[in-house]
């Protein structure tokens, strides 16, 4: 058997452990070791005696993965982003984002909901990860915007959805992922996040406006705070600019120096900010330990699957699937613009069944390839790309898209994680109400993602500045 | 798609080996997270020195490197005991008694094969980067201040190894409910349903939120 | 019969050799024998010596200074200003090398047999920030410099930090590191001449080794006639190769650094004799008592690799 058919029929066999329910990490280096071992055997013909020795072969080149692929410096931001949005809730940082923000724009018509988007899109800067968003500000928003009238179920929706601008706006855990996955410059990709996720906000911010303008009984504006009220909330919120400035002058120094250092001592420094606040708002070695226990179990959760399924993808390398797949993506007569918009609707559709990072992981290594032979190839200048953009540039851009669909699953149905979290907060409210309450992002989330199709630049603009 | 379960325990045989092996596998984990506090310090101690005193911190991305297998290892029998490893679970999600058993009980025996093959694996990844004849016994180093790599290779077999005890008590716990029909065993993650998981979700992060 | 290659990165000057030497063997056994080369699918290059010792793939290439306790013996080949001039030189001592009994029973730990090397010119720096005008501006400046070339730029107060060439461009553009020590085709290839502003012209502090091997089983394995095929393009293939990289890429450099608007620097003899001086002799006798040490006759393959330089 050619490798190629043998990649197809391991491929097709992880797919199914996946669905019966085997734990997605373990079934993609489970495939993995399987498929290496039928490939080195099939060099040898399937001789019996030859068995052991493909058996052997396998499982050390298998054997590597583990510690070969997690030894990465880069890979040391996501355990770093994960800490940060623990030591946030010690840092009090996510009611003093609330109370920032009603202060500020709560005078707009649905006031209070488009102050939860704002205070959700502030706390993303300091959190990597969009369930634990959507789960603290069920707590702090919903019982205000229930007080002065809104609708629970849009209420619950805003909360749902504001919850996935975490993982866009950076520090993400997920954009590092891809980064990793894709070979492509960290730093870069977590930049290209900054402007679409604020994009995003503004977004659901109009959308949420617009709703208050035209429905009757939508909820009052909050008004009356003073500019005295107004500046005193800022101070308190203040260790967020810290951690933006931080990761942002890490990377790139806007004023044209040299950046001061890499995103992994951005993202630590910023951690490090936070953890300062921490403990001067009275965290404790207890709560520490907490926070750090929960950190290591993520992060752990997150590499188990990065070398699970980068065995499978070692695998994938000696039967070479993704150069097959991307010869068949380009030898299409469609539309490459079809092509991509096809590739985010499976995503979309993939995404209401499948955890982010998972899918991610489980398609990046063989439709990335496609993706970028597509455009023209990985080292296409933009002059010659099919889409007008070099081939890093295209790795962002792709990178960006596809992170924003991931979010976007988050609050479909059947599988919107960000949905089950906030009814889980909120006993009044099940899952069916707060499916309806977002509805309305849908429209918002394809907006966006519309807008960042037809306009790069928008997600280009800021990473082509280093 | 996954997050914590319940566990259940009693004073069995079985829940005794639970809890015993939960010490190691909590201690170990505990480890993993004061390794990325410990990697937040390094990166202060490195920039601090560079932009400061103008001497950066020699072999700062070797360190790294080597603290990346404590953190991404050590915890992963820790996560396994608490059904913390995501999963899609649409269709178990839909089982009870028997089926949901049998079904808990084969993935799990794939599991414990996969990791048996990969002790072995990482193991001989170890075995290739140490040399007892050699200086530090090191047959293998990292590239910048030459740091022999064997100890953080050493780390994956080991943690890997604790993960198949813990599948081993897995298959017992789940061979036993399957045995007896059980409704609610002990010693194993215990699926819930989604409401349940987010509850749990939610419960994690808000512990002692200001 | 297929062979598999484990390469790195993407085609470039600096595989040539193993890209010439598939097509000849594809030549020469009518197709029967080929290499089936892969840029990155099939190990990490930190690790192809393992993938090679495990069986996994059948030839590879790495760099001696990737890791310098797996591969001692053929890191005397790194030291700073061993001398070597021209890229024939540096082939001719490594393959002269590659035949000592102490590199191939180095190498055979790993199963691995060495088969030719990627000859390479001596490194210069491209860095940013003001362009050092004498020895004394070297004092603190941060350059990623692996292996020998590092030990030199840490003689005369340089911090050297080793990176595999992936990073190189973020590290420079983050300010990690203020300067880097490349070959001409690598300053080319990942795009340190983006950003830099100046470039040494005559520092030649060394260069790095970065071999191509086979499995020994394997090769051993080989019919006669494949056998002979493979062995017998290793000298055309590494013609093509310095041909390809003193035509090609020596030829586009000047034009790169002239467009790219990179201030030549050229430091005078008495600087570079100064610089010899300082890190030349301890680098040599740190390399030799280090490597005694690990059992190598250490002394004997200094002296067998500067015994052939100029003659
Ligand atoms: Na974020
Ligand atoms: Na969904």
């Known amino acids: 058997m050619e490798p190629i058919e043998i990649g197809l029929w391991v491929s097709g066999g992880l797919l199914i452990m996946v669905v019966l329910g085997m734990r997605v990490a373990f079934a993609a280096g489970l495939s993995g070791m399987i498929g290496l071992i039928w490939i080195f055997w099939a060099k040898k013909d399937y001789g019996l005696d030859d068995f052991g020795w493909a058996l052997t072969v396998a499982t050390k080149t298998a054997g590597q993965v583990p510690h070969s692929k997690v030894s990465a410096q880069e890979l040391s931001l996501i355990p770093t982003f994960i800490l940060i949005g623990y030591l946030a809730y010690y840092a009090g940082l996510t009611k003093a984002l609330f109370e920032a923000a009603k202060k500020w724009v709560g005078w707009l018509p649905g006031g209070l909901a488009v102050s939860t988007v704002f205070a959700t899109a502030g706390f993303a800067a300091v959190s990597g990860a969009s369930v634990a968003t959507a789960a603290v500000f069920a707590r702090i928003a919903i019982p205000e915007m229930l007080k002065i009238g809104y609708d629970k179920r849009f209420a619950a929706g805003v909360v749902a959805a504001g919850g996935t601008l975490a993982s866009l706006i950076p520090p993400s855990a997920i954009l590092v992922i891809y980064a990793i996955i894709v070979e492509q410059d960290v730093g870069k990709l977590l930049l290209a996040g900054f402007i679409p996720g604020v994009v995003s906000a503004l977004i659901y911010g109009a959308l949420i406006v617009g709703l208050a303008l035209t429905i009757k009984g939508f909820g009052p504006p909050v008004r009356g705070f003073t500019w005295g009220e107004r500046l005193r909330a800022l101070p308190p919120a203040l260790p967020i600019v810290f951690v933006v400035v931080a990761i942002i002058f890490f990377v790139y120094n806007p004023f044209g120096g040299d950046a001061w250092g890499t995103p992994t001592e951005g993202g630590a420094i910023g951690a490090f900010v936070v953890f300062l606040v921490a403990v001067y708002r009275g965290m404790r070695w207890t709560q520490l330990r907490d926070a750090l226990m929960e950190t290591a179990k993520l992060a752990v959760m997150i590499f188990t699957i990065i070398w699970g399924v980068l065995v499978y993808v070692r695998f994938l390398g000696f039967a070479d699937l993704p150069g097959a797949f991307s010869d068949w993506i380009t030898s299409l007569t469609m539309s490459p613009m079809l092509i991509l918009i096809c590739i985010l609707l499976a995503y979309a559709v993939l995404g209401m069944f499948m955890d982010a990072i998972g899918m991610l992981l489980l398609t990046l290594p063989v439709v990335y390839p496609a993706v970028m032979a597509l455009n023209g190839g990985e080292f296409v200048s933009a002059a010659d790309s099919t889409f007008g953009m070099s081939g890093p540039m295209c790795a962002i851009w792709f990178g960006i898209l596809v992170v924003k669909m991931a979010e976007f699953c988050l609050i479909t149905p059947p599988i919107g994680l960000n949905c089950f979290v906030v009814a889980g907060v909120r006993p009044d409210l099940s899952v069916q109400d707060v499916f309806k309450g977002v509805t309305p992002f849908f429209i918002a989330d394809a907006v966006t993602i519309a807008v960042l199709v037809a306009m790069p630049q928008i997600v280009l603009w800021l990473p082509s500045q280093i | 798609m996954a997050g914590h379960s319940a566990i259940l325990e009693d004073g069995s045989a079985l829940s005794r080996l639970d809890r015993a092996l939960l010490r190691l596998e909590r201690a170990l984990a505990l480890l993993s997270g004061l390794a990325v506090f410990g990697l937040m310090v390094l990166a202060v101690v490195s920039v601090g020195g560079r932009n400061f005193f103008a001497s950066p911190l020699p072999g700062y991305v070797d360190w790294i490197e080597q603290a990346m297998p404590l953190i991404a290892f050590m915890g992963i029998a820790f996560t396994q005991r608490e059904g913390g490893h995501i999963r899609m679970d649409i269709l178990v999600g839909q089982l009870r008694g028997r089926p949901l058993w049998a079904a808990e009980f084969v993935t799990t025996a794939l599991i414990l094969i996969l990791m048996v093959l990969m002790v072995w694996g990482s193991w001989a990844h170890f075995a290739r980067s140490f040399d007892f004849a050699a200086p530090m016994w090191s047959r293998d180093s990292s590239m910048d201040i030459a740091l022999p790599l064997w100890p953080a290779k050493l780390l994956a077999p080991v943690a890997f190894s604790v993960l198949c005890l813990r599948l081993c008590l897995q298959l017992w716990g789940f061979g036993r409910a399957f045995a007896g029909n059980l409704e609610r065993p002990v010693a194993v993650p215990l699926v819930q349903s989604a409401a349940e998981q987010a509850a749990a979700e939610a419960e994690t992060v808000s512990n002692g939120e200001g | ?311």
């Open chain 3, 1 to 311: 019969e297929e062979w598999n290659v484990s390469l790195w990165g993407k085609r470039r000057a600096f595989t040539e050799h193993v890209e010439k030497l598939a097509e000849l063997v594809s030549e020469k056994t009518g197709g029967e024998f080929t290499l089936n080369i892969s840029y990155g699918g099939l190990s990490k290059n930190r690790e192809n010596l393992d993938g090679i010792s495990i069986g996994a793939f059948e030839m590879a290439q790495f760099c001696a200074g990737y890791h310098r306790d797996k591969n001692p013996s053929i890191t005397v080949l790194e030291l700073p200003f061993l001398g070597v001039s021209t890229l024939e030189e540096e082939r001719k001592i490594s393959q002269a090398l590659y035949q000592h009994p102490a590199a191939i029973a180095d190498l055979a730990r790993w199963n691995a047999t060495l088969l030719m090397p990627s000859p390479l010119p001596q490194y210069n720096i491209v860095g940013v920030g003001d362009a050092p005008a004498t020895l004394a501006d070297f004092e603190g400046l941060s350059v990623r410099a692996t292996g020998g070339i590092g030990a030199a730029m840490g003689a005369v107060g340089a911090v050297p930090t080793s990176m595999s060439a992936t990073e190189v461009r973020q590290a420079l553009d983050s300010g990690v590191v203020k300067a880097v020590a490349f070959a001409p085709h690598a300053h080319m290839s990942f795009g340190t001449v983006e950003t830099g502003k100046w470039w040494t012209t005559n520092l030649n502090p060394g260069t790095v080794n970065c071999p191509v091997v086979v499995n020994t089983d394997a090769l051993n394995g080989l019919s006669d006639a494949h056998r002979d095929a493979l062995l017998g393009s290793v000298d055309e293939a590494l013609d093509y190769y310095i041909a390809t990289y003193n035509g090609a890429t020596m030829d586009a450099w000047g034009p790169t650094l002239e467009e790219k608007g990179i201030a030549q620097v050229t430091f005078a003899d008495t600087e570079i004799a100064a610089f010899k001086e300082a890190a030349a002799g301890p680098a040599a006798a740190a390399w030799i008592a280090d490597n005694t040490a690990r059992g190598l006759p250490a002394q004997e393959l200094y002296d067998f690799v500067t015994g052939m330089i100029g003659q």
